[in-house]
């Protein structure tokens, strides 16, 4: 169990989800046809040899002909893993695949872990160099201090693509977007402010030569290390850190905080102390920087000095220092303009881009993650969240400004709304939104009531419901089974989870009273109603949302779907003015489409289709998509002609009335209404461009076509999610495995699905 995180788990829940599926959390998968021959040999023997000739003639083309510019090395040599220590380059492929993913999700720029068993410098700087073909751009990673410093400085003057020591220049680059934002706010400028730098490793020595070359005076900054302030003439004191060494009287970090703005803490847990900080100069700048614990927490510094603005590495405090703002986006702009190089102009332009989206209105979708809360610039809001979706935009468009002004891109661009927009379209805003709908789960817990909780797999995501933070699972079941899942799964203490039997439940009596009330008229007697609830774990699971024992609630992993939603219509109605409905969601890397009603209605009517529309094009808005709906149907605009069309055709006309405020179209065939070049038949279609909310005419193709590309469509499939009941319920498949019940729970719970 990791003690510090604020995100509890096992070691067995670690190493299952780094095991389960497939090892490991990368994989490689072709970007171009593999299906005939015919594509085999153009791929291979004997198509690949005209791009390999290409090449040769002109080596700048293999930017063209290959994954070269958009694919980054992660290098290590595990002399430094996280806060572990030297645990050997094996151990630390981890963390590196970690990384390679986070390139991916962040900025879509692909990344293989390389990790070298070697702590020789030479031969190490020797390996990474002959990688130059293979790669556009290298990332360090996790090699110790001073080794890291020679190592980069090497590769830099040797190698002509860029390379960065993230472990250094990440956290200098978000410190300095924030220290920036600090002074602001604090009426200081750069040049004038007192700097104590607690701390010399690698990130601590890159954060003090960032912010001077910011502006920062040489000699208002002192660097301390376990042995106090560094001053010339110290003892002890490599080339590295003597760089910053400045003639001062002051020995300790108690004196050196004397009179200071600013604090950067790159050390320890508990390094700096509240009297330390009482010493500082009005309104202190503190960034306690140490993971997973910083030097002082926030409420222990704002106790002694409540006009301090404070910044951590913590996800669970205000201004998070989070290298995740800046590496992927940064080689993101390095990449796309080829730059030789990642430069100081470069990381001053990322660090001064990222200072500036904080000042920006907030984005709607950030502020909903954390709960509705208003997320404004100010003392605590230095730091733009880590899933602001406009960082993909401004800090790569920065950084290449910023190559191309200093010299080092060798592809200008030349039209920079267009780089815009392919920015934007690198990504699939869902998989952002889905993020931040665990973080906005995450600010406002919620009680989800895990109707099947001696089923393994919602055992799983009820366990990881709890551990992620998200809220109180209420588990339905026979105590002892759960109690016996629990051990087997690693859970220490399982007597600490809410469970509800409902053979011995005290809310069996009430929830009979108002059952009986309910169903007396529909031939149910009191003892049927006494047997359902005390044996039907769906029927005594809404029975507990009625109540109110819990906020939402996932079933359907051991029943189907009809059977499951049957007994919930018993005991819960459709909300008012309401229909209930299913939609599943297909996420793709670059799109989703949401389909509609796939689960209950088997031949809606026009006002139950239009209704549908509405409310599917609200779920696309707060998955952050701005919904394009077309009603599908076996004919474009009546060709062919049918006798099934007239519906369709009735719900359009119903929005037309309406007059609602998102793009529609029908009836069309699904190529009209998702393939451009036959979109551009019909010019006179209302949508601008193809549609990703599908509306299906009736419950057998929707069902049927939602399992299909569930199937072989290569997408992931989200759902069915369940709109229009009184009370937040999901159904999860039979099929489903724990991340899927853990994301039906996260959206009941967060209000996507009403």
């Not at 201090?145 to 960065?164: D, G, K, Y």
């Not at 402010?193 to 000699?219: D, P, Q, Y």
Request: proline share 6%.
């Amino acid at each position: 169990m990791s003690e510090k995180s604020k995100v509890q788990f096992t070691d067995r829940e670690a190493l299952f989800y780094h095991q389960t599926q497939r090892p490991g959390k990368i994989e490689i998968i072709a970007s171009k046809p593999m299906a005939t021959q015919r594509d085999l040999s153009l791929a291979y023997s004997p198509g690949v040899a005209v791009p390999v000739q290409a090449i040769a003639d002109d080596p700048s083309t293999a930017y063209d002909y290959t994954a070269k510019g958009n694919l980054v090395a992660v290098v290590s040599n595990g002399t430094a893993i996280l806060g572990m220590g030297n645990l050997g380059a094996l151990a630390s492929k981890p963390v590196m695949e970690g990384k390679a993913v986070l390139f991916k999700r962040f900025a879509d720029v692909d990344s293989i872990d390389i990790e070298l068993a070697s702590e020789d410098t030479e031969a190490l700087i020797e390996a990474i160099a002959m990688m130059e073909p293979s790669f556009g751009g290298i990332n360090l990673e996790d090699i110790k201090a001073p080794e890291c410093f020679i190592i980069e400085q090497a590769l830099r003057e040797r190698m002509n693509i860029p390379v960065m020591h993230d472990d250094q220049h990440g956290t200098a680059i978000i410190a300095a977007a924030g220290l920036i934002n600090a002074c602001l706010i604090t009426g200081r400028k750069l040049d004038e402010i007192k700097v104590v730098v607690n701390g010399a490793g690698a990130s601590a020595l890159a954060c003090t030569s960032l912010i001077k070359s910011m502006g920062v005076r040489h000699e208002n900054v002192l660097v301390c290390d376990t042995r106090g302030v560094i001053y010339p003439g110290r003892e002890r004191v490599d080339q590295f850190k003597s760089t910053h060494a400045v003639a001062t009287d002051k020995r300790t970090l108690t004196e050196a905080l004397e009179g200071a703005d600013v604090v950067l803490g790159l050390s320890a847990k508990g390094a700096i102390t509240p009297e330390m900080v009482r010493n500082m100069a009005p309104e202190p700048i503190i960034f306690a920087m140490a993971n997973p614990d910083p030097e002082i927490t926030p409420p222990e510094a704002k106790a002694v000095r409540p006009d301090a603005i404070v910044a951590t590495g913590r996800s669970d405090y205000p201004n998070q220092v989070n290298n995740v703002l800046g590496f992927p986006f940064i080689f993101r702009g390095a990449l796309d303009v080829r730059a030789t190089a990642i430069n100081e102009e470069m990381k001053i332009a990322a660090a001064t881009a990222i200072a500036e989206l904080a000042r920006e209105q907030v984005h709607e979708d950030v502020a909903a993650a954390y709960g509705g809360a208003t997320q404004q610039f100010g003392r605590d809001y230095i730091i733009p969240a880590p899933f602001d979706p406009r960082l993909m935009e401004v800090v790569p468009m920065a950084v290449a400004r910023a190559a191309m002004d200093s010299g080092v891109a060798q592809k200008p661009i030349e039209d920079f709304e267009a780089y815009r927009d392919q920015l934007k379209a690198r990504l699939n805003p869902t998989t952002s939104v889905l993020t931040r709908v665990y973080e906005q789960v995450k600010a406002n817990p919620k009680r989800v009531i895990f109707a099947e909780a001696d089923n393994e797999v919602v055992l799983r995501a009820a366990i990881q419901y709890r551990d992620f933070g998200y809220g109180e699972p209420i588990l339905v079941g026979r105590t002892q089974v759960i109690h016996d899942k629990m051990i087997e799964l690693g859970v220490s203490n399982p007597e600490s989870f809410h469970i509800e039997n409902s053979m011995i439940s005290t809310h069996v009596e009430p929830m009979v009273e108002m059952l009986y009330e309910r169903l007396q008229r529909r031939g149910f007697l009191k003892r049927d109603v006494q047997r359902m609830c005390n044996t039907d774990r769906n029927i005594f699971a809404a029975g507990l949302l009625k109540l109110g024992v819990g906020d939402a609630m996932v079933t359907g992993m051991t029943r189907p779907f009809a059977q499951s939603m049957k007994e919930v219509r018993r005991v819960l109605d459709p909300a008012s003015g309401k229909l209930p409905f299913g939609i599943h969601m297909l996420v793709g890397k670059n799109h989703t489409v949401f389909m509609a009603d796939t689960t209950i209605n088997e031949r809606p009517s026009a006002e139950e289709l239009a209704v549908i529309a509405q409310e599917t094009a609200t779920v696309a808005r707060k998955l952050g998509h701005e919904p394009r709906v077309a009603f599908l149907s076996y004919s474009t605009f009546g060709n062919p002609s049918g006798r099934w069309l007239e519906t369709t055709r009735e719900a359009i006309r119903l929005l037309d009335e309406q007059q609602v405020d998102f793009e529609y179209e029908g009836e069309m065939a699904p190529d009209a209404a998702l393939n451009p070049k036959i979109m551009e038949l019909y010019p006179f279609s209302r949508l601008t461009a193809p549609a990703n909310v599908l509306i299906m005419p009736g419950l057998q193709s929707a069902n049927i076509s939602a399992k299909l590309l569930k199937e072989i469509g290569g997408t992931t499939s989200i759902g069915p999610m369940l709109l229009g009941m009184e009370k937040p319920v999901q159904v999860a498949p039979m099929t489903a495995i724990a991340p899927d019940v853990l994301t039906l729970a996260a959206l009941a719970a967060a209000g996507i699905t009403g």
